[in-house]
């Protein structure tokens, strides 16, 4: 039986940081550019991580301003992120924990902003 995947995203002025997260220790991380080629990259890749753990997700977002990302492209043309029946936004504080992998870059601010 698989675990459950707790995904996190931080979202700044030029980047977004990935981070899901299970009881064993980190599962994905990702860093990518601020603005998405796609106004459903985020979303579809999300859907994706939803598809392989086999559960629907509950996205914890944060950002030091929700100004971030407007404009940005990120959630498409909407202001707040869209939904569907694979993945849930919720603004707020985030949940990580456990090993973290290495070699992707520095994730220690996104698990500060997790306790």
Do not use: N
């Not at 991380?29 to 459903?40: F, V």
């Not at 936004?89 to 996104?110: E, H, K, M, T």
């Amino acid at each position: 039986m698989m675990r459950d995947w707790k995904p996190a995203l931080q979202v700044s002025r030029d980047q977004v940081l990935l981070l899901v997260t299970s009881e064993m220790g980190d599962v994905l991380k990702a860093r990518m550019p601020m603005a998405p080629r796609h106004p459903r990259a985020l979303l579809t890749l999300l859907e994706g991580v939803s598809l392989w753990s086999g559960q629907p997700l509950v996205v914890a977002v944060s950002a030091a301003d929700r100004l971030d990302w407007v404009g940005s492209g990120l959630f498409g043309d909407d202001f707040i992120p869209a939904e569907s029946q694979l993945v849930r936004f919720q603004i707020g504080r985030l949940g990580c924990r456990a090993r973290p992998l290495r070699g992707v870059g520095d994730f220690r601010s996104l698990r500060r902003s997790a306790t």
